[in-house]
């Protein structure tokens, strides 16, 4: 009879992956990471618009956070102390509108922002010809540029603050160009009141190179020369000028170190941005003091924090007169 060998199986040695850092090792500041997640049930659009908004947070967020209807807004903030969760940022949907909150853990505030519009991440990308959205975008936090806030307002400064805070800062000195290749835009209109939230891709093209060329040396595939008496006319074929990109001053910088195969140090590149989602234009209506909860600092629809102020007072002089009469109440006169 034929003998079976009993193969012994390959020892596959598990992958380890790295604990996130909560301290910048240049700076020394605490790095800010974020929950992004829902309250109540949301349409298959803003479910969508979650999960863009979870990417657009990477890498110092839960890309796979689970949710169960049961959970409450103390089970997040539970687990965020222990992880170093800094911001949660809640979507809901009403029978108004959806809305965006943005709060700080644990104690607050918390900006509420009525969402006026959206487009998904696919929507920005089937409007482009050439839609671009590597992996590799998202391995670095965005960068954060925020425009039309400095009116002096209060309300303005608190919404900055917050939003300055939700990425890690940089160091200009330190930074290092191939870590900046996304960045998040807010701008403020004064007339309408609404904030326009976008998020770009950053590319760096050399100034003055075709587009031949600059694909020949990032690809490094042999081209097509069968149809081409020499090989100068390669770079001059179609045009040199009608393929490389306009020499706008306004757009272009000189780089200091090596960013790539084409973009060289001392060398003038031109940045190009390309939106890659999600877009929002978004409205400030409400800022609370706590996380959730707490008096309202300001509100688009009136002036809350006076009329709370006032029942406020009212309720604490309701509570004295029923405190004082509670104590006069069991005191018996002699007759």
């Keep these: 009879m034929a003998r079976f060998r009993n193969k012994k199986k390959a ?5 380890l992956k790295k604990p996130q850092p909560s301290v910048d090792h240049i700076t020394g500041d605490k790095i800010p990471k974020s929950f992004v997640f829902s309250r109540g049930k949301l349409p298959g659009s803003l479910s969508q618009l979650q999960m ?15 949710e169960k209807k049961r959970n409450k807004l103390r089970d997040f903030l539970n687990v965020a102390g222990p992880m170093g ?31 006026q519009e959206y487009s998904l991440a696919v929507d920005v990308a089937q409007s ?43 160091d200009i000195n330190t930074v290092k160009l191939s870590s900046c290749q996304r960045i998040v ?11 326009d939230f976008r998020h770009y891709s950053i590319r760096l093209q050399p100034v003055g190179v075709s587009r031949r060329i600059r694909k020949f040396v990032q690809n490094h595939q042999v081209p097509d020369l069968r149809s081409l008496q020499d090989v100068s006319d390669f770079v001059t074929r179609a045009g040199y000028g009608s393929e490389s990109e306009a020499d706008d001053e306004a757009a272009t910088v000189s780089l200091g170190d090596d960013l790539g195969r084409v973009n060289r140090a001392s060398t003038k590149s031109a940045v190009k941005l390309q939106e890659i989602g999600p877009r929002m234009t978004l409205q ?37 007169n029923e405190d004082l009469v509670g104590d006069l109440a069991p005191v018996n006169f002699a007759n």
Excluded: W
């Excluded at 482009?128 to 992996?135: D, E, I, K, M, S």
């Design 11 to 15: 020892f596959v040695k598990p992958v």
């Design 52 to 66: 863009d908004l979870r990417k657009l947070m990477l890498p110092f967020t839960a890309l796979k956070l689970k």
């Design 85 to 115: 969760v800094t911001h949660f940022l809640i979507l809901s949907k009403t029978e108004i509108a959806p809305y965006l909150r943005v709060a700080r853990t644990p104690q607050g505030p918390t900006l509420t922002f009525k969402i």
């Design 128 to 170: 482009q010809v050439r839609p671009r959205c590597p992996q590799d975008l998202f391995k670095n936090p965005p960068l954060i540029v925020l425009s039309g806030f400095g009116t002096g307002e209060q309300h303005l400064k608190l919404t900055t603050i917050m939003f300055q805070n939700i990425f890690p800062g940089i």
């Design 185 to 195: 835009l807010l701008n403020y209109n004064k007339e309408t009141k609404l904030i």
């Design 284 to 320: 400030l209506v409400k800022i609370e003091e706590g996380l959730c909860s707490g008096g309202v600092i300001f509100s688009e629809y009136g002036n809350y924090a006076e009329k709370n102020a006032q029942e406020t007072e009212k309720d604490k002089e309701q509570e004295d």
